[in-house]
């Protein structure tokens, strides 16, 4: 008895270390050696473009001084070589964000039509469709915004509407500002347009992800289909929805080429609703060709340093956001 | 909820033949009639014809997959929000069809509190907003009304004591036994005339199942109950009838004493002597 008991358990013992050395132990410090390898990568790359940038900026971040660059109203490279951000990060904040606010409610109707209500067949029309225009290059965007959405917008509201501010209360005219179409309205509409996509197809995931118990929780109370989906789904799904206006605002924010081919790109304040502006990226797109001064260029990657740390914060309250509102810290069974 | 009982009732027991003396005191709830659910093509349960008495508990047991859950959501119209599945026969709630065409399912649901097997409270919203969902979905927005009605249910659900304190924490934050009670008492809330419990005690520690075989005791003063259960010592402790299924059809339904002490049908008296299922 004893004896075999020994032998049992030596061989056991055996087997055991061995597995665990040999093919556990190896493969997975292999892994998570590999892992941890890129993911270093992944944030020195981060820290070492934003050492760059900052290097890079720095001459005009001295001058100016970090929050006076931040702050500085004028942007000048023709004659007093002056530089400050300000106007591009209103321009940035104002158009991110209304393109946000109108998309929202677009997005998630789209989202919950697709999910909840249509037949299959819709559904997956409106899928690809929504795919589709997620994939478009924003520079075709661009191209269709100059060529047929600003005209089109020009002559069918911008004038009317202007004229309107012009019989009724012509002061107004400087908030409204000159109906060329290239300007604020426009850039903020065709960047709704494009994030829309984004919302749409992160909140369908996050309302097809909501299990059936749930459902049928909210169903045999007695809710009806919309109850349902008010009581149980939207609840649920409500992080995977807040990540999916976080990316898209992420996206708002950096968007360059199609903004830039449509905000009409005007450097300095004050801005209008229909007339032009311009934004971190538009300016850092149109200009770094053309200077020609230490300083304008300087300026411009300092924008981009500027540009570089409001994503990143965004990023942060994303990640905090997302944290905060998904189930994944709640206690399921 | 005082809704009319349409139905006395007359000799309800096919299989046996035998009425016991407090039949005959009793009144239908529920009845089904020839009741067959068709999933695609496949029957899920066929003709099943079962009397559910008013203020008692009656159980469903049978192997798996012979269609006790099909026929409990069948009895609030459950199988209406999957595709493809067909109902034939009839439904009867206080005699009532509510399978009709004119009758509205969510109508329906409201009057058939249900509770299935994995506790299903709504994970974001409070403990108390979970108990009250059923309330406001018909409208009730009076606090006073509500706050009682909190109490009362989470009570009734032995659930008051563990939470009262923290009404407002969400209710994916309690442990499973607890959400599985949160989820009776919110089927509570609404007083419904009929129970319906799908192995509710099945993903839950032994003290748990014992607080919850409690409740279905001090419950069934109020509300009838219909209890699908695998532990045959559970519908021998909670039960007043009892309905053995197997392959989608009823092959015996007694009084729970007479089942379990005298069954008349072999593969009854097999399944309940752990020979098969
Ligand atoms: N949605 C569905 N589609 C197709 N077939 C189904 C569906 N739901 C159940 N069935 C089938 O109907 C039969 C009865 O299933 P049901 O879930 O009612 O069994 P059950 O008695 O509740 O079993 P268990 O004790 O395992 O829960 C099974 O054969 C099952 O495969
Ligand atoms: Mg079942």
């Known amino acids: 008895m004893e004896q075999n008991y020994t032998k049992e358990h030596a061989t056991k013992e055996l087997l055991t270390k061995n597995r665990s050395i040999l093919y556990r132990s190896f493969g997975d410090r292999l892994f998570s050696y590999s892992v941890f390898g890129l993911g270093i990568t992944v944030i020195l790359c981060t820290v070492l473009m934003a050492l760059v940038l900052y290097g890079d900026g720095a001459e005009a971040i001295k001058k100016f001084g970090f929050f006076g660059f931040l702050t500085g109203r004028v942007w000048d490279p023709g004659i007093t070589m002056e530089f400050g951000a300000y106007p591009f990060i209103l321009g940035t904040l104002i158009t991110s964000l209304a393109a946000l606010a109108i998309s929202f409610i677009p997005a998630i109707s789209v989202a919950i039509f697709t999910a909840e209500y249509s037949p299959r067949w819709l559904s997956s029309i409106i899928d690809n469709l929504v795919n589709l225009i997620a994939a478009v290059p924003s520079v075709i965007i661009g191209l269709w915004g100059i060529f047929i959405f600003a005209p089109w917008m020009r002559d069918t509201f911008y004038t009317h509407i202007y004229m309107w501010f012009l019989d009724h209360y012509p002061t107004m005219l400087p908030i409204v500002g000159n109906p060329i179409g290239y300007g604020m309205t426009t850039a903020i509409l065709i960047l709704a347009m494009m994030i829309i996509p984004y919302t749409t197809v992160i909140t369908v995931d996050a309302v097809k992800k909501v299990p059936k118990e749930q459902r049928e929780a909210a169903y045999a109370l007695g809710a009806t289909k919309w109850e349902v989906i008010r009581m149980a789904v939207l609840p649920y799904a409500r992080g995977g929805i807040l990540a999916g206006v976080m990316l898209s605002f992420g996206r708002a924010i950096g968007e360059t080429m199609a903004v830039a081919m449509l905000i009409g790109n005007r450097n300095n304040l004050p801005f209008s609703i229909l007339g032009p502006a311009s934004t971190m990226p538009s300016v850092i797109v149109n200009e770094f060709r053309e200077a020609v001064e230490n300083i304008h260029l300087s300026s411009i990657i300092a924008v981009g340093f500027y540009l570089f740390i409001i994503s990143l914060i965004v990023n942060l309250i994303a990640a905090y956001i997302q944290r905060k509102f998904s189930l994944t810290g709640a206690r399921t069974i | ?277």
């Not at chain 2, 009425?19 to 659910?37: G, P, Q």
């Not at chain 2, 508990?57 to 493809?84: E, Q, W, Y």
């Not at chain 2, 021998?236 to 339904?253: C, K, M, Q």
Request: net charge positive.
């Open chain 2, 1 to 277: 909820m005082g809704y009319p009982i349409t139905q006395k009732v007359e000799n309800n027991f096919p299989q046996s033949g035998v009425r016991s003396k407090i039949i005959d005191h009793m009144t239908l709830r529920l009845e089904t009639k020839k009741l067959s659910v068709i999933y695609g093509t496949i029957y899920g349960i066929k003709d099943v014809s079962l009397p559910i008495y008013d203020k008692k508990v009656t159980a469903l047991i049978g192997p798996s997959g012979c269609g006790k859950t099909t026929f409990l959501r069948s009895l609030n119209r459950m199988h209406d929000l999957t595709r493809n599945t067909l109902i034939k026969g009839n439904v009867y709630l206080n005699g009532e069809d509510i399978y009709a065409p004119k009758v509205d399912p969510v109508m329906v649901r409201r009057r058939l509190g249900m509770v299935f097997q994995k506790p299903t409270p709504f994970p974001t919203m409070s403990v108390y907003d979970n108990v009250i969902a059923g309330l406001k979905l018909v409208g009730i927005k009076n606090k006073l009304i509500l706050d009682e009605a909190v109490e009362k249910s989470l009570r009734h659900a032995a659930l008051w004591d563990e939470v009262k304190d923290r009404l407002s924490s969400p209710g994916g934050s309690l442990s499973g036994g607890q959400q599985q009670r949160l989820s009776i008492a919110r089927a509570l809330a609404v007083e419904p005339e009929v129970l319906l419990m799908d192995e509710p005690t099945s993903s839950l520690d032994p003290q748990s199942t014992s607080r919850i075989e409690e409740l279905i005791d001090t419950l069934k003063k109020k509300v009838t109950i219909v209890i699908v259960t695998h532990n045959m010592q559970q519908a021998a402790r909670v039960s007043d009838f009892t309905a053995f299924f197997y392959l989608g059809s009823i092959v015996e339904h007694n009084t729970t004493s007479k089942m379990f002490t005298v069954p008349e049908n072999k593969r009854t008296e097999d399944y309940m002597t752990g020979k098969f299922g």
